[in-house]
C-alpha cells in the first residue's frame, strides 16, 4: 500500500503560480509512475500531469502545457507540480496518484493510489 498526501494548494491572483507537492509513504521501495488530476466545481476529474518512476517521461495535458511542469525526487518519494501563469478555469481539487508501474498514463483506471486531493482557487 501506498499513501499520498497532498499539499501547497491555496488562494492566488491570475497570473500567478503556486506548487503542489504529493509526498508518498508506504511501500515507496517500488517503481510507481506518478500523475496529477483535477477535479473542478461540476465537472469529471481530468488528467493534468504525468511523469514516470525514472523522471525521464513526462506527459502534460494540452490545456496546461507551457504553463505546468511536474517533476519529482525519488530520495524524497515527493511529487512536484510546478503552476504558473494560472488563470480562473484551473480553479479545481487537485489529485496526486500513483500506479504500479513505471511508465505514464493519463487515464484515470490506470492509477491504483489516491491522495485526498488539495484545493486550489484562482481568483480573477
Known amino acids: 500500500q501506498v499513501q499520498l498526501v497532498e499539499s501547497g494548494g491555496g488562494l492566488v491572483q491570475a497570473g500567478g503560480s503556486l506548487r503542489l507537492s504529493c509526498e508518498a509513504s508506504?511501500?515507496?521501495?517500488?517503481?510507481?509512475?506518478m500523475g496529477w488530476f483535477r477535479q473542478a466545481p461540476g465537472k469529471e476529474r481530468e488528467f493534468v500531469a504525468a511523469i514516470t518512476w525514472s523522471g525521464s517521461t513526462t506527459s502534460v495535458a494540452d490545456s496546461v502545457k507551457g504553463r505546468f511542469t511536474i517533476s519529482r525526487v525519488n530520495a524524497k518519494n515527493t511529487v512536484y507540480l510546478q503552476m504558473s501563469s494560472l488563470k480562473a478555469e484551473d480553479t479545481a481539487v487537485y489529485y496526486c496518484?500513483?500506479?504500479?508501474?513505471?511508465?505514464?498514463?493519463?487515464?484515470?483506471?490506470?492509477?491504483?493510489?489516491w491522495g485526498q486531493g488539495t484545493q486550489v482557487t484562482v481568483s480573477s
Open positions: 508506504g511501500r515507496t521501495s517500488s517503481r510507481y509512475a
Open positions: 496518484a500513483a500506479r504500479r508501474l513505471a511508465t505514464v498514463a493519463v487515464t484515470q483506471s490506470r492509477y491504483d493510489y
